[in-house]
Structure formats: structure tokens, C-alpha cells
DNA sequence: AGGTGCGTTGCGTTGAACGCAACACTCATT
DNA sequence: AATGAGTGTTGCGTTCAACGCAACGCACCT
């Protein structure tokens, strides 16, 4: 809407490729190096570009510290902590917490797996959305509409052979999620990892974010992950029955509400 | 120096203390609502700003993501990561990584204790600069002119009776830190907690980071924390010499290099 | 000296961002 | 049902700020 503004936003994620000089920045924005060179100093002025020794632009730091605060104010996050640590102390495997925002998928917590083989991923990656069992009790959540809206724009890149391959597929798996309030993921990302996961829910039932718990098949089989399913849904409905109010949350006084 | 996208970029970090709504944005600002409602559309387009459902604004997905791509970026994080990993488990205590970029520091990384009592502290958050082990190393290294001015710069909180006070004590300070090239920081944050800190050089001997050991009071002493120096420093060392290309780095080839 | 490849500056032009005022909508209140 | 207060939204004419240009400075090469 406003071009300027949105000149300079197109920087940051041009920048997030790695470093890069005024000339290649005015290029790829198709502006002139003078322009180019107004909209990086305001954002340098910001903290949200820095210019490392060799002149070059790279991401800054003021950057990191927002995302963090974005993350302290997402209250689910917030109360959902303790009970994936818990989770996580049950069963050893890693515990993840994402949520839906805009056509993306993002883990905004994760407590590691306990055994020595571990998964990738990291708070703050958007997931693979097409294929991850977080990602379908999510999207499986919206309204009709804009859920099909959404499974025909996404891509469905074949991670292995049991991915997603196109968006009939995808709306139907996210119906049966739907129907079932639960979701896995048996080798559709990464062919030897498997998910479980369950929706957490604000006070009007719709799913705020979804949890999941990943092994890889060296540690346990599918079969034997999916047997940690009432566990996952258990934790999953504390954690919504605090967020929704329901449960008058029952730990210590000291914990303050900043 | 644009002002359009300077106000636009003005709304992130006020943003960054919890939702607001038009209104409250464009009072901020200074400008009328239809042109805050203009910044925030187009913030919003690139996904820096969530409308959530009661209408008002908070940050967005893509700025979590985007702080992730920019961590990811430094490649301090990435070789030193291993070390603190192993530091960890060699002590026991955290272990925390930092960089110092305008004006500020913060921490990239973090390696949790294993005792039960941990401090608080998260990848992103900007460090207490006055006080932190971490901070003085980083700034001592600043040229002399350079250091003189970001100090004077600076508030000096008085976080506990051995904060340090003012600028003059903390250039004080920042030259002993430099001459003996390590630090400490016993209860000058918090009562309790102390630290001692290292530095990361780059292949010109220039600090790039800093790694630190923290452990409250009440798990051990400050005396029993300093005889962990050596290894710290010696940890510290190692990454700089990997870092600056001088150690070629023998580890699993299997490790990718994402 | 000459040349090349950067980033930077000053300036005149123009169009994009501005504030305004009117409008639409949702809740309370009466 | 009508009124009013509080929102967010739209269209528009004015103006000022962002634009591209071209000239410049500077470092580095040869």
C-alpha cells in the first residue's frame, strides 16, 4: 500500500539471504542506488540492518530482540511451557508448540528430545505445512473457505514418498484431522521421523495452536509413538483448559502477568 | 532520514510491548489515523504486523522468522555452538554466547544448566551491558574514542549494590577487562548469580563474541566458579581459532552445513 | 595517470504520502 | 428504535517528501 514502506520491507528479506552491497540491494529492488541507499539507512537509523566491516548490509540485531518480545507476547506460549516440559519429561521425545498465522506454519516452542538422536528444527522455522501433524490440526480448524483458499495456493514440495502430493489430498487428510482432533505425520517430512499431535483450543473452541511429540524410528516405531497419543491430547486440553480460563491455574502465586 | 518508512518502522518496537489499536498507533506516532492505518496495512502485507481477531495489531510471523534466517546468518553461532555444548557438559552451568552490535549486546546462544536452579535469560534478549561479563569483554575491545562515547551513552542501573555505578568505574573496568582478557561479573545483576567470560577473536585478534558461565550462589561460589576460568577460556579459544580459520576444523562429515 | 567499481551528495521534478472530513459499523444507553 | 460514542475505513485535493539523475569522492588496480 505504501511504497516506500514497502520497498524498505522488501530489503529485509533479501538481506535474510545473507549479506549483501547497495548496488545488489538497489538491483534487486529495481531502484536506483541512491534510493536504495535512503531506505537501508533508515532501517540501519532502526537497528534493523547493520553494516558489517566490509560495507556490505546484513540483518541486525534490533531484529532478533523484537522476534523475541513478538514471542513473550503469545500467552499461549507462555502458559503452554511447563506442560510441554512435562510432556517432555514423561516421554523424552521432542515436544513442539506451533501456531497459524497468515498462510504459515511456525514452531514458537520446543523442549529437546532426551535421547541422543535428534530432530532439526527451530523456534522460529516456518514448517512444512503441507505435510507436518501440527500444521493440519491447524489449518484444519479454518473456516471452509479459507481453508481451501489456502491448500490451493500452498506448494507441495515431495519431502518422500508418503508426503502430500496436492491439495485434494491435503483437504482431505485435514477433514479427517478435523473430524478425529488429532493429527500425525508418519514419515511425510523427513522419512524416518514421526509426529503426533493435538490442538490446544481457546475458550470458544477454535485451535489457538497445536502441539506435537517426534521421534525418529530409530528410537521408537510409528506404532509406538502412537500409543503416546492420549498423553499428547491429555497435555494438549490442560494446556487449553488453562489458556481458555477454565482451569484456575493452580501453580505458584509468585507467577507474575507482566 | 525517509519518514514514511521511519514511522512505519516506529510502530514495530511499540508494538513490541503488547497490542495496540489504530488509534493508540497513530496517537503514538503523531500522525492521523489514516495514515497509520496506511504503515500498518502495509506492514501488515509483508507479514510484519498480525491483526489479531479483536482488531488490534501485534507482530507478526514473519519477523520471528526473519530474526531466525538473521541468526542463522552469523556464523559465530553456528562454529561455537558444538563448544558450548561440550563446555556444558564438562561444568554443568549455562553457558551463553553474545555479540556486541550498536550500541548493544545479546545473547545468540545458550546452552540451558543442568542444575535445577537456572537463571533467567533468553537468545535475543539484549544484556544488562553495565554489569554483564559478556558486555565488558565485547566492549573493551572497541576502539578507545569509540568505547568512550558508547559509555557515556549508556544508564548505569543500579541492579544490586555492585552494579556498576557510572561511566568512569565501568571504563575502569572495561581496561582491566582488556589487559587481562577475561571477566567476571559477581552478583552485579543479580545478587546471587555470577559469571565469569571469555572472548571470541576473529583472525585479526578483533573480539567477535563472547562466551560466559553463569551459576547462581547457591549451587556454587563465586571462588569455585573462578577456578572454571581456564576452561572457559580455553573453550573460548578453541572457537576462535576455528572461527578465524586456523583450526580446519575436525568434526563428523555427516555434519551439514545449512 | 588513467581506469574501474564502489558508495555518497545535491538538486529539480513529480507523484506518493499526507491530513481532512465524510462515512460505515458495532456496541451501549435511553 | 433512536441516539450517541467509539471504532476502523474511504476518497480526495494539496503539498512535501521520496524519487532518479548526474556529478562527485574515494579506494584499489594496472
Redesign the interface.
Known amino acids: 500500500?505504501?511504497q516506500?514502506?514497502?520497498r524498505?520491507?522488501?530489503i529485509?528479506?533479501l538481506l535474510?539471504?545473507?549479506?549483501a552491497d547497495l548496488g545488489t540491494v538497489a538491483e534487486r529492488l529495481g531502484v536506483h542506488k541512491s534510493t536504495a541507499l535512503?531506505?537501508l539507512?533508515?532501517?540501519h537509523?532502526?537497528?534493523?540492518v547493520?553494516r558489517q566491516s566490509d560495507q556490505r548490509y546484513?540483518?541486525?540485531?534490533?531484529?532478533?530482540?523484537?522476534?523475541?518480545?513478538?514471542?513473550?507476547?503469545l500467552d499461549v506460549r507462555e502458559i503452554a511451557h511447563p506442560h510441554l516440559v512435562r510432556l517432555n519429561e514423561q516421554c523424552g521425545h521432542t515436544v513442539h508448540l506451533a501456531?497459524y498465522?497468515?498462510d504459515?506454519v511456525?514452531y514458537?516452542d520446543k523442549v529437546e528430545s532426551r535421547y541422543p538422536v535428534r530432530m532439526?528444527s527451530?523456534?522460529?522455522?516456518?514448517v512444512a505445512i503441507t505435510v507436518a501433524a501440527v500444521a493440519k490440526l491447524l489449518l484444519a480448524d479454518l473456516p471452509e473457505h479459507e481453508r481451501r483458499a489456502v491448500a490451493e495456493k500452498l506448494d507441495y514440495p515431495l519431502y518422500t514418498a508418503r508426503s502430500t502430493p496436492h491439495a485434494e489430498a491435503f483437504l482431505k487428510e485435514l477433514a479427517k484431522v478435523g473430524e478425529q482432533g488429532w493429527a500425525s505425520d508418519l514419515g511425510g517430512h523427513e522419512e524416518s521421523i514421526n509426529c503426533v499431535a493435538a490442538p490446544v483450543r481457546g475458550a470458544d473452541g477454535r485451535v489457538v495452536a497445536a502441539m506435537s511429540v517426534s521421534a525418529p524410528n530409530v528410537v521408537v516405531t510409528a506404532d509406538e509413538l502412537l500409543t503416546l497419543l492420549p498423553l499428547v491430547r491429555r497435555t494438549a486440553d490442560a494446556i487449553s483448559g488453562e489458556y481458555s480460563g477454565r482451569t484456575p491455574v493452580q501453580h505458584h502465586p509468585a507467577k507474575d502477568t507482566r
Chains 1, 2 share one sequence.
Open positions: 500500500m505504501s516506500t514502506v514497502d524498505a520491507l522488501s529485509l528479506p535474510a539471504e545473507g549479506p535512503r531506505l539507512r533508515t532501517l537509523d532502526h537497528g534493523f547493520y546484513r540483518l541486525g540485531a534490533r531484529l532478533i530482540a523484537l522476534a523475541q518480545e513478538a514471542m513473550e507476547n501456531v498465522e497468515e504459515e511456525l514458537i532439526y527451530r523456534i522460529g522455522k516456518p
